[in-house]
Structures are given as structure tokens and as C-alpha cells.
């Protein structure tokens, strides 16, 4: 799955492959590495929102099959693309297939429809200033959204402060053919066929709708499966990690009693108090660190998470279960202290910890699993348990830390990979990038694995570069974001040793 954002805000263009374990976003301050991330959080979540069990998808399709529920039911849905399908065939009689593609895609673009729903728009809205301020970008070129699997490419566009479907492609061409051995519809490499009935006893033949129906219905159904499958590979759940973790948390974990106090106090209020808004991600964030239990994740995250925890903080991360609030206890001291108040490094890396070990999704029952007949089957065979598929957003995770603490979270960001986890990132620190560039020239992360990505700014807008900085076997990553600093300051030195060796021996070199 790809996701290509264009003309969004001071993006110009910017493109993820979320297929990647690690992709990385580097580039100058102010180039719109956040929007773009951010947007990519915001859809990836709505589609697991709609698209996260079969039986969303059945539900879908269903709506399309009955033309919705209530009031709003539309039964011609279905009926258009059938009367398209039988003219296109009343035009062409004699060939054995006919392309319906368009018109199987006008019936895609229904279904697809359902699935983004006014609260992607709200989450744009409540993320950003707002959709039109967002569509309003100096190149006056339409905002683009661009969803592509295999199958199936959905255009998302700006349409009176919201976000609409504008079209749904279908990647293979869709043919139509009589049925004259019953048979049903079939997915090849090469195209799509639908197989439709002719209503007995007609002279020219003629379309059975209900028979029709229950085709294209079921198409529809493999189209959205096939989506659904490419969307949980990539990840079941999602989360986001802002950057200003420590003040973030500070300020949020406090808010819920200023609220409180607001609301006891309303009688003696006298002037309307307007309280700041919180874009979803941040508010994702807070959420899912005050809804954390001491009940541990998986395993082997809860390990890495204990692993962070002594290599990087010298102490423990707990919940307080009562006050919903993270604590940090010092190994050296036994010192326990509430987050807020503990150094900037421990209360970055803290919620990253906390989210490892009390947030992160569990193991699941493998309801595909079938024991052998007879066969007896323990709670602790890896068999019946599903490993989610986990998809973290984090931004500037080398905020306020050491450089060689940064060069060791890298190595736990690669060992993630390994637990069925995928990591976003947006990064200042060249000592990431080296850690990452040195992971895969020693083969410990393939190319593959590493989308590494380098945004320029442009006259029309921020560009994320796709030749540069991409990763090369047994080369690493090239370095086209950091190496001129480091030269400029390289220079700057030789420079003033020339002045200095220049300089008389009893006058200072002028600054």
C-alpha cells in the first residue's frame, strides 16, 4: 500500500510505500514533515476504523447491494451499473468479452464512498486549520490524496471543506461475459471477469438482474477484501507519537483537572473561556497513555520495553492506576517520581517505553487455525495465536537526548521490525541517520526494509525527493541532508586556522 499526498497545505508532493518496516523523513525545519506524516496517520486510521474486520466489509457491500438502510435506502445503486453493463453488451453482441471497467468502477466508487465518511474530514479539520486552508496551496493545483494497492487506487480530493471520494480506479481491466457454463466471476493476473446470466426463453438476450446482483455483489466483496488484506498487512493498529513528548504530557495530564475545576466553578465564572484545541494525533496520544493498564503487552515487546528501560533510562516506567499517570522509579535510588517531573530525556523516551509494554496491542486467537482431528492443542502453542500487525508514527525521537542515546534507539526501532511492528519517523539527528545508513550496509536491515526519504522545498512547494537518499545494499544510505553543514563547518575551521597561522604573532585574529 501507497499513500502519494500532492498540493496539501506546503506540500507539494510526498510519497510513502507503508509496505517499508522503517521509513524515515528527513529534511530542514518548517518543509511539512509533520503534515505529511500527519495525514498519513489520519487515513491509515479511518480506513482501520471501516476496514478492520470481514464484517465491515460485508456490511459495506451490503449497503451497496440494498442501496443503504432507512430512509437514505437507494436500490438503484446496483441497478445503474447493471443497465450500463447490458448496453455496453446490446453494443458489442458478439464479443466474448466485454470491458466494463468503467462501469464497475462508478459501482467501486459507491462502495468506497462508505468507507470515507465525515469523520476523515473532521479529523482533517480538527488536525489541521482546515480543509480549505489546506486545498489553498500557492501553486493552485487541486489537493490530492492518492491511496494505491494492488487492485485498487482511490483519488481523495477537497470538496467544500471536505474530503471526498473523487474517483476509484481499478487496476485491471474488468470484462463481462454470458455465462454459458454457470460460472461464477474470476480474478486472474491479466484482468477481472464478471460472468452474467441471460433471462431464459429471450430472443436478444437479456440480463438477470437478481442473478447479476448477487455478482457484481460479490466482486465488490473480494475488491474490498483484497483492499482489507493489503491494509492489515500493513498495520492493524496505529499510533502516533508527537514530538514535545515531555511537555506534551505535562500539560495534558494536568488538563483533565483544569477541566474539572472549570466545571465546579462555572457559577462563579463571569467571562466565556475558550479551551485550545488538541489535534487528533496529540489527542490520540494522551488517550492511549491514560487508558494504559498495568496489564503488559505482548511478550517479547514488554521485553524490549524493560530492555529500553535498563539500557537507556536506568529505571522502571509503571502506571499509577489510580491517578492514570505514568511513574518513573530509579534504579540506583529507588526514587519513584511522576513523569512530569523527571528529566527531559527520561520523560521522551518514557511514553515510548510505556506504549511497548501497557499500550501496545496483545496476541490475538488465530481463528484460522484448525487443530488435526484428534489433536490436542495448549494455550501456549504459537500456532493459535495471531500477531498483529503494529504501524508507530513518532516524531523527533531524538528530542533532548545524548548522541549515544539516539544511536541506541535506532537499534530498537530495528529490533521492532522483528516483533511485527513498522515504525514512521520524521528526524533531525545525522546520528540516526548514521546508525540506520551503518544497520544497512552491515546487512543487519535489508534496502528493502528502510524507506528513507529527503524533503526539499521548491517555488511550488515541499518535495519529497524519491532519488535521493534511498537506501543501497552494501552501500548504506547517501547523505544529502546533513553532509553540507558538516562541510560548511569543516571549512570554517580550516578557515580560521589559515587566519590564525596568517595573523602577526602579537595581534588577535578579528572575529
Same mark, same amino acid.
Given at each position: 500500500?501507497?499513500?502519494?499526498?500532492?498540493?496539501f497545505?506546503?506540500?507539494?508532493?510526498?510519497e510513502?510505500?507503508?509496505?517499508?518496516?522503517?521509513n524515515?523523513?528527513?529534511?530542514?525545519?518548517?518543509?511539512?514533515?509533520?503534515?505529511?506524516m500527519?495525514?498519513?496517520?489520519?487515513?491509515?486510521?479511518?480506513l482501520?476504523?471501516?476496514?478492520?474486520?470481514?464484517?465491515?466489509?460485508?456490511?459495506?457491500?451490503?449497503?451497496v447491494?440494498l442501496?443503504?438502510f432507512?430512509?437514505?435506502?437507494?436500490?438503484?445503486?446496483?441497478?445503474?451499473?447493471?443497465d450500463?453493463?447490458q448496453?455496453?453488451f446490446?453494443?458489442?453482441?458478439?464479443?466474448?468479452?466485454?470491458?466494463?471497467?468503467?462501469?464497475?468502477e462508478?459501482?467501486l466508487k459507491?462502495?468506497f464512498?462508505?468507507?470515507?465518511d465525515?469523520?476523515?474530514?473532521?479529523?482533517?479539520n480538527?488536525?489541521?486549520?482546515s480543509i480549505?486552508q489546506?486545498?489553498?496551496?500557492?501553486?493552485?493545483?487541486?489537493?490530492?490524496?492518492?491511496?494505491?494497492?494492488?487492485?485498487t487506487?482511490?483519488?481523495?480530493?477537497?470538496?467544500d471543506?471536505?474530503l471526498?471520494?473523487e474517483r476509484?480506479?481499478?487496476?485491471k481491466?474488468?470484462?463481462g461475459?454470458?455465462?454459458?457454463?454457470?460460472r461464477?466471476?474470476?480474478?486472474?493476473?491479466?484482468q477481472i471477469t464478471?460472468?452474467?446470466?441471460?433471462?431464459?426463453h429471450?430472443?436478444?438476450?437479456?440480463?438477470d438482474?437478481?442473478?447479476?446482483?448477487?455478482?457484481a455483489?460479490?466482486?465488490?466483496?473480494?475488491?474490498l477484501?483484497?483492499?482489507?488484506?493489503?491494509?492489515?498487512?500493513?498495520?492493524e493498529y496505529v499510533y502516533?507519537?508527537?514530538a514535545?513528548?515531555? *511537555?506534551?504530557?505535562?500539560a495534558l495530564?494536568?488538563f *483533565?483537572?483544569?477541566?474539572?475545576?472549570?466545571?465546579?466553578s462555572?457559577?462563579?465564572?463571569t467571562?466565556n473561556?475558550?479551551?485550545?484545541?488538541?489535534?487528533e494525533?496529540?489527542?490520540?496520544?494522551?488517550?492511549?497513555?491514560?487508558?494504559?493498564?498495568d496489564?503488559?503487552?505482548?511478550?517479547?515487546?514488554?521485553q524490549?520495553?524493560?530492555?529500553?528501560?535498563?539500557?537507556l533510562l536506568?529505571?522502571?516506567?509503571s502506571?499509577?492506576?489510580?491517578?492514570?499517570?505514568?511513574?518513573?522509579?530509579?534504579?540506583?535510588?529507588?526514587?519513584?517520581?511522576?513523569?512530569?517531573?523527571t528529566?527531559?530525556?527520561i520523560?521522551?523516551i518514557?511514553?515510548?517505553?510505556?506504549?511497548?509494554k501497557?499500550?501496545l496491542?496483545?496476541?490475538?486467537?488465530n481463528?484460522?487455525?484448525e487443530p488435526?482431528p484428534?489433536?490436542?492443542v495448549t494455550?501456549?502453542d504459537?500456532?493459535?495465536?495471531?500477531?498483529?500487525?503494529t504501524?508507530?508514527?513518532?516524531?523527533?525521537?531524538?528530542?533532548?537526548?545524548?548522541?549515544g542515546i539516539?544511536?541506541?534507539?535506532m537499534?530498537?526501532?530495528?529490533?521492532?521490525?522483528?516483533c511485527?511492528v513498522?515504525v514512521?519517523?520524521?528526524?533531525h539527528?545525522n546520528?540516526?541517520f548514521?546508525?540506520?545508513?551503518n544497520?544497512?550496509?552491515k546487512?543487519?536491515?535489508?534496502?528493502?526494509?528502510v *524507506?528513507s526519504?529527503?524533503?526539499?522545498a521548491?517555488?511550488?512547494?515541499?518535495?519529497?525527493d524519491?532519488d535521493a537518499?534511498q537506501?543501497i545494499?552494501?552501500?548504506?544510505?547517501?547523505?544529502e541532508n546533513?553532509?553540507?553543514?558538516a562541510?560548511?563547518?569543516?571549512?570554517?575551521?580550516?578557515?580560521?586556522?589559515?587566519?590564525?597561522?596568517?595573523?602577526?604573532?602579537?595581534?588577535?585574529?578579528?572575529?
Amino acid at each position: 500500500m501507497r499513500i502519494l499526498i500532492e498540493n496539501f497545505g506546503p506540500i507539494a508532493r510526498a510519497e510513502f510505500d507503508l509496505t517499508k518496516d522503517i521509513n524515515v523523513v528527513f529534511g530542514k525545519n518548517n518543509i511539512g514533515k509533520s503534515y505529511a506524516m500527519t495525514a498519513v496517520y489520519l487515513v491509515v486510521k479511518q480506513l482501520l476504523g471501516m476496514l478492520s474486520e470481514s464484517a465491515d466489509v460485508y456490511s459495506i457491500v451490503h449497503q451497496v447491494h440494498l442501496g443503504g438502510f432507512g430512509e437514505s435506502r437507494q436500490p438503484q445503486v446496483l441497478d445503474r451499473f447493471i443497465d450500463q453493463v447490458q448496453s455496453i453488451f446490446r453494443q458489442e453482441p458478439q464479443t466474448a468479452d466485454v470491458v466494463i471497467t468503467t462501469a464497475f468502477e462508478d459501482l467501486l466508487k459507491e462502495c468506497f464512498s462508505l468507507v470515507f465518511d465525515e469523520q476523515l474530514s473532521d479529523s482533517f479539520n480538527n488536525s489541521f486549520a482546515s480543509i480549505n486552508q489546506l486545498a489553498a496551496n500557492s501553486s493552485r493545483q487541486k489537493l490530492v490524496i492518492k491511496i494505491s494497492t494492488r487492485f485498487t487506487t482511490l483519488y481523495l480530493g477537497a470538496q467544500d471543506n471536505k474530503l471526498v471520494l473523487e474517483r476509484a480506479v481499478c487496476n485491471k481491466p474488468v470484462v463481462g461475459q454470458w455465462n454459458k457454463m454457470h460460472r461464477s466471476h474470476r480474478f486472474s493476473d491479466e484482468q477481472i471477469t464478471l460472468y452474467f446470466d441471460a433471462k431464459p426463453h429471450e430472443t436478444i438476450p437479456t440480463i438477470d438482474i437478481p442473478a447479476a446482483n448477487h455478482e457484481a455483489s460479490d466482486v465488490l466483496f473480494h475488491v474490498l477484501h483484497f483492499f482489507q488484506d493489503e491494509l492489515v498487512s500493513v498495520a492493524e493498529y496505529v499510533y502516533f507519537l508527537p514530538a514535545s513528548r515531555s *511537555g506534551l504530557y505535562q500539560a495534558l495530564s494536568a488538563f *483533565g483537572g483544569i477541566v474539572a475545576e472549570l466545571s465546579k466553578s462555572r457559577r462563579f465564572t463571569t467571562r466565556n473561556i475558550s479551551l485550545p484545541s488538541i489535534s487528533e494525533p496529540v489527542a490520540d496520544y494522551f488517550l492511549h497513555l491514560s487508558n494504559a493498564t498495568d496489564r503488559p503487552s505482548r511478550p517479547e515487546l514488554y521485553q524490549l520495553g524493560q530492555q529500553m528501560e535498563q539500557e537507556l533510562l536506568g529505571g522502571e516506567v509503571s502506571v499509577d492506576l489510580q491517578t492514570k499517570k505514568l511513574l518513573f522509579t530509579e534504579a540506583k535510588t529507588a526514587t519513584t517520581l511522576d513523569l512530569a517531573f523527571t528529566s527531559s530525556m527520561i520523560s521522551e523516551i518514557a511514553p515510548i517505553a510505556a506504549y511497548l509494554k501497557y499500550v501496545l496491542p496483545e496476541l490475538r486467537a488465530n481463528l484460522l487455525f484448525e487443530p488435526e482431528p484428534g489433536e490436542e492443542v495448549t494455550e501456549d502453542d504459537p500456532r493459535i495465536w495471531h500477531t498483529p500487525t503494529t504501524l508507530i508514527f513518532i516524531e523527533e525521537p531524538e528530542a533532548h537526548l545524548h548522541p549515544g542515546i539516539q544511536v541506541k534507539l535506532m537499534e530498537f526501532f530495528a529490533r521492532l521490525t522483528k516483533c511485527n511492528v513498522r515504525v514512521m519517523m520524521t528526524t533531525h539527528s545525522n546520528y540516526l541517520f548514521n546508525k540506520l545508513s551503518n544497520m544497512v550496509l552491515k546487512g543487519e536491515l535489508t534496502e528493502q526494509q528502510v *524507506g528513507s526519504h529527503l524533503m526539499r522545498a521548491t517555488p511550488t512547494g515541499s518535495v519529497m525527493d524519491s532519488d535521493a537518499m534511498q537506501a543501497i545494499a552494501g552501500e548504506g544510505i547517501p547523505d544529502e541532508n546533513f553532509v553540507d553543514v558538516a562541510e560548511q563547518l569543516y571549512n570554517e575551521r580550516l578557515q580560521a586556522y589559515d587566519d590564525q597561522a596568517a595573523a602577526p604573532p602579537d595581534q588577535p585574529v578579528a572575529p
